[in-house]
């Protein structure tokens, strides 16, 4: 019983002492530069504060503008196939598995 007195002593020492420290920072700390701003670039208010186009990536991410390309045949396959589907299925709902489930995200749709 004693020893486990003292090993809940020293895990109460170490949690309350563990992250303390009197160091001002390493050498990787003291080379950061502050970002142009306090505020997020998604922050409304930050059209007012900062320059958006500054805090922008250098190069955008080509999958993106393969995502702007792609979005209308995405749509196209939406409108041709898939809502077609889903009415379709709706009609005889025990027969393709459609539930209610389905048809309030079906109703969702814009």
Known sequence: MPGLAWSSLFLVV??????????????????????MSIYSTMDATSLVYTDPQAAAPRSDDPRRWLGFFLHPVGQLVDYAINRPLYAVASMAPYVFGYTAEDAMLDSQRR
């Open 14 to 35: 170490l949690l309350v002492t563990g992250c303390s420290s009197t160091r001002q920072g390493t050498a990787v700390e003291q080379d950061y530069i502050a970002p």
